[in-house]
């Protein structure tokens, strides 16, 4: 049973930096594609970024395209979320996300960030 858990999460200001870092257990997921999503206050969760397993291709969010970035290290079994020139409007919930098969994927619990203006 494969098991996500998100660290990084926390409290900075408007135009700092997080980096947001998710480590899989239970199985390599080095033949998967990761993805982070986020839940804001009162909204839907909402995809941000997604990165395949071999890291060839990463789609963003129009919303934090040049800000965000997603990195994976299959050797640890980590995937990452380099988020920078954060805004108030990014404070939310960051969940990690495994997709293990057309209709299978698999959440991590969450981490929160937010951001002060």
């Known amino acids: 049973q494969v098991h996500l858990v998100e660290s990084g999460g926390g409290l900075v200001q408007a135009g700092g930096s997080l980096r947001l870092s998710c480590a899989a257990s239970?199985?390599?997921?080095?033949?998967?594609?990761m993805a982070w999503y986020r839940q804001r206050p009162g909204k839907d969760r909402e995809f941000v970024a997604t990165?395949?397993?071999?890291?060839?291709?990463?789609v963003y969010a129009d919303s934090v395209k040049g800000r965000f970035a997603i990195s994976r290290d299959n050797t640890k079994n980590t995937v990452s979320l380099q988020m920078n020139s954060l805004k108030p409007e990014d404070t939310a919930i960051y969940y990690c996300?495994?997709?293990?098969?057309?209709?299978?994927?698999?959440w991590g619990q969450g981490t929160q960030v937010t951001v002060s203006s």
């Open positions: 996300h495994a997709q293990l098969g057309p209709q299978q994927g698999v």
């Open positions: 990165i395949n397993y071999n890291s060839f291709s990463r």
């Open positions: 239970g199985r390599s997921l080095s033949r998967n594609d």
